[in-house]
């Protein structure tokens, strides 16, 4: 079977489970290392043209991070696209398998069998602490309602402050996050690079919990590790900055735009 992968973390999914399957996959599917599946484009800007040359049996993709339009290009030209939703930890469990078992014709792998043993592990979360979770700055973008990141937060002893938004990314001003009686700040690196001294300036006085983003945005085999890492980062945050100085230059490791879905 040939398959072709528009989400990074589907990617990893297919290519480890089922390795010499992929045929191709996005310019920002990292991961596993090495991996020698065509390129054929962006998460937002595919190449259909490509896609439709390497013939696959099956594309998949998925609502948030994926274009309607484009899907539908690739839809009008035969070919066939399971598209997921993973908006809760259950539904990328769910759409794993459904991709990897029912779409792939694969045996459901063993990591996810632990990554579902490691998450139900966990002990109750207890008294959750308010946090904020920037995404983007720049404007400044958070984490909203119904999102798969924000619910591996909850799982892991955090309650996002704007969780009951009417958006899933609003655009929050900086001074009504700091306003918002957050206790942390949480700061993934991707989709923006928030670093120890790019970030955690803008919340003075709120400990900064600077978090692997690979750990909160991807469904895919890294959520084996994602379980223990998570919860060890949250409850050891950077000590809160106390004067806020001149805002940094923008890092060239900046990317992609505002789009946390891996």
Known sequence: MRVVSLVPSLTEAVAVTGPG????????????A????????????????????????????????????????????????????VRTLGQAFAELERVL???????????????????????????????????????????????FAGDLLARSGVRNVYADHPERYPRIPLAELNAAGAELVVLPDEPYRFTALDGPEAFPGVPAALVDGRHLTWYGPSLVPAAGALRAALRRPAPAVSVRPPPPKPPPAARRGPRPAR
């Open 101 to 147: 078992v029912t779409g792939c014709g694969l045996s459901r792998p063993r990591w996810l069998d632990e990554a579902e043993a490691a998450w139900a592990a966990l002990p109750p979360p207890g008294n959750p602490r308010p946090a904020i979770v920037p995404v983007w700055r720049r404007p400044w973008m958070v984490l909203g309602r119904d999102t």
């Open 34 to 85: 090495g991996l020698t599946a065509a390129r054929i484009g962006g998460t937002k800007n595919p190449d259909v043209a490509a896609v439709v040359a390497l013939r696959p049996d099956l594309v998949v993709a998925n609502e948030e991070e994926n274009r309607e339009p484009d899907l539908a290009a690739l839809r009008e030209a035969g070919l066939d696209v399971l598209v997921t939703e």
């Open 21 to 32: 399957m992929l045929v191709g996959a996005t310019d920002w599917c990292t991961h596993p």
